[in-house]
Structure formats: C-alpha cells, structure tokens
C-alpha cells in the first residue's frame, strides 16, 4: 500500500446528497490512513452555506479530510469535499474548482466531478454512490464505466433516488451497505492495474 501523502495513480470519488452525512460519516470513518488513493467527495449543499463536514468527515476516522483548494496536490491517503457553490475535478493530478454552470440543478455536481476523474485516471477510477435524490451522479458513473473504471453503489440508503439511477443508467459493479464499502475498496485498490477493470456486471 502506498503511504498516506504519497503520489497516485488511483482516485476514489463520492457523491451523495439527501441523508448522505450519515452515510459519508459510516464511508470515511472505514477508510484506512494509508488508503492508496486520493478521494474526492461531492455533496449538494446550498451555495450560501458554510460547510461543517470537511471537520466532521476528519473526526470520523483515521484518514485525513480537509476542503478542496484549487491547484492542491491529489496525494494517496488524503480526503478533498467540494466546497459550496464549486464544482469540484480532478485535472492533471490535482484539484480543479470551477464556478461552472450548473449541472443537475447543483454545484458543486456530482456528475462533473465523475466525468473529470474518468477523463484523468481512466480504468483507475472508483465511483461511489450514496444516499440521495434524483439522478445526479448517475451518468457520471456511465463515464467511469466507459472508461475502465469501477462503481459501486449504497444498498441501504435513506434516500435511494440517486442509487436507483446508477442501476437505471448501468449496472454498478457492487451494491453494499455503506458500512461494507471501505473494506471492498481497499481490495479493489489493492490489485494490479487492469484486474477486474472493465467488466461490470460484478454485485456484491
């Protein structure tokens, strides 16, 4: 595994909206320090808002979390949440924050961060759908898809509208409570590039 703050060839990406804080709490508190990927969380919050979670998703377990600054470093081990009114990407290995138009009727989108992250790791992309509304989220997953990479989405959300999308729109490679997330990453990260990439079709 590659230690927490070290380059990367591998992102994991969230998205969630309504009911997604618990869910995100249960994600990031499972996730190990020396996770051997950067992650990049979308949330829907009001633009005006000031958002708390960066420190309570920090409190939840080992792993560091902090808010997304444009032009920061993707590195192994590390947590990046879109702050309000951004949509955040990965772009050459770093963090991207664009005021964009709207996507989805949100920004930040989880759509435009999935669809940056297949652009720039390909087959190295993790997508994880969480508990919320609508569809956002749903063809930025087809986009991870496309391009090697694998999705996985909550099978015990509060709100199961953007989970539903996912399966709608192509099927995830796993469905998982959220609790049983963090472990299946990890294994998935851990094997070589091009192992079970592609394929699809793979539920838990």
């Not at 087959?123 to 969480?130: F, Q, T």
């Not at 409570?177 to 963090?182: F, G």
Request: proline fraction near 9%.
């Amino acid at each position: 595994m590659a230690p927490a703050g070290s380059a990367l060839d591998s992102v994991v990406v969230v998205g969630a909206s309504a009911g997604g804080v618990e869910a995100l709490r249960a994600l990031i508190g499972g996730l190990p320090a020396d996770l051997p990927a950067a992650v990049l969380v979308v949330v829907h919050i009001p633009p005006l808002a000031t958002s708390a979670l960066p420190v309570i998703l920090d409190r939840s377990g080992p792993i560091l979390v902090r808010q997304a600054v444009d032009g920061a470093a993707l590195r192994a081990g590390e947590v990046f949440v879109a702050p309000p009114d951004h949509h955040l990407l990965a772009v050459d290995g770093r963090v991207s924050l664009t005021r964009a138009p709207y996507e989805n009727g949100h920004r930040p989108a989880v759509n435009v961060l999935f669809r940056s992250a297949a652009r720039a790791f390909g087959s190295r992309v993790i997508a994880v759908v969480l508990s919320g509304v609508l569809d956002d989220g749903a063809a930025g997953a087809v986009a991870v898809k496309r391009r090697g990479g694998r999705c996985v989405v909550q099978s015990d959300p509060r709100f199961d509208g953007m989970p539903a999308a996912v399966r709608r729109a192509d099927h995830p490679d796993a469905e998982l409570p959220v609790a049983d997330i963090p472990g299946l990453l990890v294994e998935w990260l851990r094997e070589p590039p091009g192992v079970g990439t592609g394929a699809g079709g793979e539920t838990a």
